[in-house]
């Protein structure tokens, strides 16, 4: 039992929840964009992170993290390499 407590304690820190408000920005983009929601929230980031807007490009990085945890830490390794927004 403990481990099994551990083991979630783990994940939870590695993996936290996204704010309420991301949450919210997140299914609202689903119910608009359903499965394509994750595909155009990285394209909102990538469309700030190129204009250099640092406060938007986090914001659908983070409702594409919501949504595709995968797809947003591509893009986040992406934008790293580059040296922009990040």
Not at 25 to 52: P, V
Not at 59 to 75: E, H, K, P, Y
């Amino acid at each position: 039992m403990q481990a099994r407590q551990g083991a979630l304690r783990r994940v939870r820190v590695e993996n936290p929840a996204p704010e309420p408000e991301v949450l919210h920005a997140a299914l609202r983009q689903f119910a608009k964009h359903g499965i394509g929601a994750a595909e155009h929230a990285r394209n909102q980031a990538e469309r700030a992170f190129f204009a250099g807007d640092r406060s938007t490009y986090r914001w659908w990085l983070g409702v594409c993290r919501a949504l595709d945890r995968r797809m947003a830490a591509i893009l986040a390794r992406r934008a790293e390499k580059s040296g922009g927004p990040g």
